[in-house]
T-cell receptor
Framework: AQTVTQSQPEMSVQEAETVTLSCTYD???????LFWYKQPPSRQMILVIR??????QNATENRFSVNFQKAAKSFSLKISDSQLGDAAMYFC??????????????FGKGTKLSVIP | SAVISQKPSRDICQRGTSLTIQCQVD?????MFWYRQQPGQSLTLIAT?????????ESGFVIDKFPISRPNLTFSTLTVSNMSPEDSSIYLC??????????FGPGTRLLVL
């Protein structure tokens, strides 16, 4: 079964600085999707960024970028120029491309990010 | 992207009663899911809501306790039956189209007294 591990329960960053959240996963599949979701105190889960495993290029979305290391099964999220609105719980998630594991997301336990003014 | 709404946003219920949570998607989605999330914790999948057939439940969740309906491709309901304080949690609806990104509703915060 696939597992997703977020080893940092809490992180903090100064406003305008850069922070990296780590995520590792375990799978025997070669094709899959990886996601970072953000959940602010309002509870709404918001997609931050998505990466297809077959793509070698790291996904980027404005101030958010990932470092996808397929061989190492690592998928870290970098937030540049941190803003107060980035404070939230961040979840890393995995979904298989096909087969029994392709219909559901497997989530990590989350990393709570605080942004210090 | 899909916009998902849930009703109610929160509720306080007495033990032994049941609550039905509604989930509406603004576009047709292939798959819909129901999750439970304890405050500060990750999401646990309750079941996959299948259109026109019985939902597929994950280990530890049963139909008698969490009956689910999905009459069409944009709507689903989750009922929390015979509630106890242990059912106090946040319940989230989610949907996606085929291999696309999965989107989430805002959640329903349930407190059982």
């Amino acid at each position: 079964a696939q597992t997703v591990t977020q080893s940092q329960p809490e992180m903090s960053v100064q406003e305008a600085e850069t922070v990296t959240l780590s995520c590792t996963y375990d799978t025997s599949e070669s094709d899959y999707y990886l996601f970072w979701y953000k959940q602010p105190p309002s509870r709404q889960m918001i997609l931050v960024i998505r990466q297809e495993a077959y793509k070698q290029q790291n996904a980027t979305e404005n101030r958010f970028s990932v470092n996808f290391q397929k061989a190492a099964k690592s998928f870290s999220l970098k937030i540049s120029d941190s803003q107060l609105g980035d404070a939230a719980m961040y979840f890393c998630a995995y979904r298989g491309y096909s087969g029994a594991g392709s219909y559901q997301l497997t989530f990590g336990k989350g990393t709570k990010l605080s942004v210090i003014p | 992207s899909a916009v998902i709404s849930q009703k109610p946003s929160r509720d306080i219920c007495q033990r032994g009663t049941s609550l039905t949570i509604q989930c509406q998607v603004d576009s047709q989605v292939t798959m819909m899911f129901w999750y439970r999330q304890q405050p500060g914790q990750s999401l646990t999948l309750i079941a996959t809501a299948n259109q026109g057939s019985e939902a597929t439940y994950e280990s530890g969740f049963v139909i008698d306790k969490f009956p689910i309906s999905r009459p069409n491709l944009t709507f689903s309901t989750l009922t929390v039956s015979n509630m106890s304080p242990e059912d106090s949690s946040i319940y989230l609806c989610s949907g996606r189209q085929a291999q696309e990104t999965q989107y989430f509703g805002p959640g329903t915060r349930l407190l059982v007294l």
